[in-house]
Every structure is written in structure tokens, then in C-alpha cells.
């Protein structure tokens, strides 16, 4: 009986232990798509299609000094964006808090994050965006 007990909690932990593993197996990071802006360009606008869970990564390569610029235009509400600067542990700007629009004299020089996805309740439900992000440097 003991040795039953044994191996039924062996197993439990076991299972416990490797359920995040394949749950983190299931939802791979996003590979961060480098911005280049066209020659004489000051944006660029990237158009596509998320569902579910799915999330997209930006990079611009940004000069202290420069004013960045994000605007996402989407057909579902749910859609947000957040932006990290370089070697920053938390966003700068919260899209699902401040709105769809960010505009910001860049202090420090480096590559700038901005991740677009759709909020939990909405990727929970397998929800699809069609959207539009244009980011935009000047100065």
C-alpha cells in the first residue's frame, strides 16, 4: 500500500512538472521583425492578421533624441501594443491602459520593442485582428 502511495505521488509531481513544459512548448516567442524604414520614409506600415494567442515583435533602431510614433488601426478592440526600450525589463507605454496612439522623444539610443497582440479574454476565445501598426521616427 505504501509503495502505491509512493508511485501515485511520484507520478503526480512528475505530471505537474512537465505540464509547463509542453504548455510553454505550445506558444513559441515571436521572432522579432526588424523595421527598416524605405529610403526617406519617416514610417511604415505593416498590415496583417492575428488570432488567438498568435502575437507579432517589432524592432526600430532608434537615436536619443528622435521622436517615435506608433498608431495600430484594428477591427477588434482587443488588439494593443506595448513599447520597451532597449535593455528596459517593463514597457513604456501600456497600449491596454493608454490607447492605440503613442508619441515620444526617445532618451537613450538602441533598439526599441513594440509587441502587438490581443488581449487574454479575446485570444482565449480564439478571437481574429485584421490590423494595421504604422511606426514612425523623426528628428
Known sequence: MKLRFQLAASLLVAGAVA????SLAQ????RPER???AKGASSKAIKG???GDQSRT???????GQKMTVKLVA???SANFNVTAP??????FIGSISGTDFA?????????KIDLFLMRNAARRNETVSFTITIGATG
Do not use: C, H, W
Open 19 to 22: 505540464l509547463p513544459m509542453v
Open 27 to 30: 506558444a513559441p516567442m515571436p
Open 35 to 37: 523595421i527598416q524604414f
Open 49 to 51: 492578421v492575428l488570432k
Open 58 to 64: 517589432f524592432l526600430v533602431n532608434l537615436r536619443a
Open 75 to 77: 477591427n477588434n478592440a
Open 87 to 92: 535593455g528596459a525589463m517593463q514597457a513604456m
Open 104 to 112: 515620444e522623444t526617445i532618451a537613450s539610443s538602441g533598439d526599441y
